[in-house]
């Protein structure tokens, strides 16, 4: 199987131990802290069962952290917009 590359999302331990000491991480800003912290921010992480479609119309049928990052941002925005906060 030469030339095929594996990909983990797991972070490596040491990285694990320096956000659990992190005192600005929380339940607000994990996701942020999360993908900048993964070299595999890029990597499906999250699987899903049927494809989401987000407001602006693209279709996932699994997010990384990146790509979960920004649907997030996205309804964080609208929901924003209508006056929600």
Do not use: W
């Not at 607000?28 to 899903?48: C, S, T, V, W």
């Not at 987000?54 to 790509?67: K, P």
């Amino acid at each position: 199987m030469s030339g095929i590359r594996h990909f983990t999302t797991y972070l490596p331990s040491e990285d694990k131990k320096r956000l659990a000491a992190d005192r600005a991480l929380g339940c607000g800003n994990f996701l942020h802290y999360a993908e900048k912290a993964n070299p595999a921010r890029d990597q499906p992480l999250i699987f899903l069962d049927q494809p989401f479609v987000s407001l602006r119309g693209a279709s996932y049928e699994s997010f990384s952290l990146t790509s979960f990052h920004q649907v997030a941002d996205e309804y964080a925005a609208f929901y924003i917009a209508a006056g929600v906060t």
